[in-house]
């Protein structure tokens, strides 16, 4: 197809003139990327997948995959909407990103900048490993000695057992431990704990389900995988796909992110 071909179907395509300027500017940007990629590439043999398996893997390496997503629905739109082919354009993975481990030290100066209620929330899920919605439905009476009672479930107290013990006793015995308006079952408790943590100046990293990701890892690397589950509820499933985070070279999740204990 010439040049002048492409711009009049492009001109007179009804699908074009309904994208956003800024979107038609990527788009132009992609469209001129590929073309020449065509030009330069001996591709005549290949299937249509296969011209943009390879566009990606030798144009566009090093980029993000929100770029790589972003040149695969420019080429996408080009041949469904200009070149009338129907095609399956690959997925782009996000590749998935490790959880940092935080030191003791790390994790009780960063929750130290909260609330007291939060500063709790905060450690029950470094150091119980906790799920949120048990931890905003935890009540004084499943809290005994240095454990904490679920159904079906026997979890450690965190290493600050004592201010935990201690700010339970100044509540009602028989209540919640985070009495609160907000409740698992209607959205907002994540957002109350991270607006906390943003609030006051908290590391980014600290969310819920970083610092329980903690507790896993390490809870792994110090018990096993039978006492992990048990503690936690969580599946084999779900605890191969914790122990795939950690590379083959490392001996342990501390050897991976460099954390102390």
């Not at 130290?112 to 939060?118: A, C, F, G, Q």
Request: hydrophobic share 40%; charged share 20%; net charge positive.
């Amino acid at each position: 197809m010439t040049t002048q071909e492409f711009s009049r179907r492009l001109s007179q395509s009804d699908s074009w003139q309904q994208l956003r300027p800024a979107t038609r500017a990527k788009y132009l940007y992609w469209f001129r990327c590929y073309m020449e990629f065509l030009r330069q590439n001996p591709v005549k043999n290949l299937s249509t997948q296969q011209k943009i398996t390879r566009f990606l893997s030798q144009r566009l390496m090093e980029s993000s995959a929100n770029t790589k997503r972003q040149a695969i629905a420019a080429v996408a739109w080009l041949y469904t909407h200009i070149l009338h082919k129907d095609i399956s354009p690959p997925r782009v993975k996000k590749p998935r990103q490790l959880p940092l481990l935080f030191s003791k030290q790390e994790t009780a100066f960063e929750l130290s900048k909260l609330p007291i209620r939060y500063q709790f929330m905060g450690w029950l899920f470094y150091g119980s490993g906790l799920r949120l919605n048990e931890t905003v439905l935890l009540k004084h009476e499943q809290i005994a000695g240095a454990q904490i009672h679920l159904a079906g479930r026997t979890l450690p107290i965190p290493l600050c057992r004592q201010a935990i013990m201690l700010y339970a006793s100044l509540k009602q015995p028989e209540g919640y431990v985070f009495p609160a308006k907000t409740t698992p079952d209607k959205p907002g408790a994540n957002t109350l704990f991270l607006h906390a943590c943003r609030s006051h100046g908290v590391d980014r990293r600290i969310t819920p389900g970083a610092l329980r990701a903690n507790f896993i890892l390490l809870a792994l690397e110090k018990n096993g995988i039978p006492w992990t589950q048990a503690v936690t509820g969580l599946s084999t499933m779900r605890i191969n796909q914790y122990l795939k985070m950690i590379p083959p070279k490392a001996k342990s999740p501390l050897d991976v992110f460099g954390a102390s204990e």
